[in-house]
């Protein structure tokens, strides 16, 4: 068993904000914008659909890049992921059913008044994971498919493109995935950019630079961690 971190989610660049983590660790997964051609068939939410309480209006008839897609958030029936970078489909690609893939998100502070492990102004967490259900899809993959099993990737972002651009395709199991209800540091406590032992100590990142947007890998025994960390509520491990 291994699994693979991608960063995912609103930021400062797109579309200008991050989602918010809220002074008890909840927070709220807000999509990046759709930035290429969809199908005209297709049906592309706007930040307006979305059932989000961070003010969009600047934004609200804007489509949205609902991707990854959790099942019960945003409308979303599955737990599926595709990218076409390289950079994260390799890694990704190199992952089989039964492994795990970790999604993180930059968030922006709410308020001064919060659970001591969430970091002033802003921080990276991860929000959520998949277990992969079946090995992930290359681009060649997904073409050469089945109906039915094309048929499962019909809501991903991806999928919706015209054309189609993802390298990799990912489906996570309904028993094994989750957006989590509170994030899981993994930033330090004391500023967003530094990060703490779950990215130096047990992924395959220096922690060095941005490291916030790049992919990490762990192994077996690191997954197992960070599943009981989630599984724990013991975010001090985050830490020492």
Same mark, same amino acid.
């Given at each position: 068993? &291994?699994?693979? +971190?991608?960063?995912?989610?609103?930021?400062?660049?797109?579309?200008?904000?991050?989602?918010?983590?809220?002074?008890?660790?909840?927070?709220?997964?807000?999509?990046?914008?759709? %930035?290429?051609?969809?199908?005209?068939?297709?049906?592309?939410?706007?930040?307006?659909?979305?059932d989000l309480s961070?003010?969009?209006?600047?934004?609200?008839?804007t489509a949205v890049? /609902?991707?990854?897609?959790?099942?019960?958030?945003?409308?979303?029936?599955?737990?599926?992921?595709?990218?076409?970078?390289?950079?994260?489909? &390799?890694? /990704?690609?190199?992952?089989?059913?039964?492994?795990?893939?970790?999604?993180?998100?930059?968030?922006?502070?709410?308020?001064?008044?919060?659970?001591?492990?969430?970091?002033?102004?802003?921080?990276?967490?991860?929000?959520?994971?998949?277990?992969?259900?079946?090995?992930?899809?290359?681009?060649?993959?997904?073409?050469?498919? %089945?109906?039915?099993? &094309?048929?499962?990737?019909?809501?991903? +972002?991806?999928?919706?493109?015209?054309?189609?651009?993802?390298?990799?395709?990912?489906?996570?199991?309904?028993?094994?995935?989750?957006?989590?209800?509170?994030?899981?540091?993994?930033?330090?406590?004391?500023?967003?950019?530094? +990060?703490?032992?779950?990215?130096?100590?047990?992924?395959?990142?220096?922690?060095?630079?941005?490291?916030?947007?790049?992919p990490m890998k762990?192994? &077996?025994?690191?997954?197992?961690?960070? /599943? %009981?960390?989630?599984?724990?509520?013991?975010?001090?491990?985050?830490?020492?």
């Open positions: 068993m &291994r699994s693979v +971190a991608i960063n995912v989610g609103a930021n400062t660049n797109e579309p200008g904000f991050r989602g918010p983590i809220y002074p008890d660790g909840r927070f709220e997964y807000v999509p990046i914008p759709e %930035s290429a051609p969809t199908r005209a068939e297709a049906d592309v939410p706007t930040y307006a659909d979305l961070v003010g969009v209006s600047d934004v609200a008839d890049h /609902l991707d990854p897609t959790f099942a019960g958030i945003h409308d979303c029936e599955r737990y599926t992921y595709g990218d076409p970078h390289g950079v994260k489909a &390799r890694p /990704l690609l190199d992952l089989d059913a039964g492994d795990y893939v970790f999604f993180y998100a930059t968030l922006s502070t709410t308020d001064e008044e919060r659970a001591d492990w969430v970091a002033p102004e802003w921080g990276t967490y991860l929000i959520g994971h998949f277990r992969l259900e079946r090995d992930p899809l290359s681009a060649d993959d997904y073409r050469e498919a %089945s109906d039915a099993e &094309r048929a499962l990737f019909s809501n991903n +972002a991806h999928v919706k493109r015209d054309p189609f651009d993802a390298e990799v395709l990912l489906y996570g199991d309904g028993a094994g995935s989750e957006c989590y209800d509170r994030a899981i540091p993994l930033s330090t406590r004391e500023a967003g950019a530094d +990060a703490n032992r779950l990215v130096t100590d047990l992924s395959s990142d220096s922690g060095k630079g941005p490291w916030w947007r790049r762990f192994d &077996r025994e690191a997954t197992e961690e960070l /599943l %009981s960390i989630r599984d724990t509520g013991d975010y001090e491990r985050a830490f020492k």
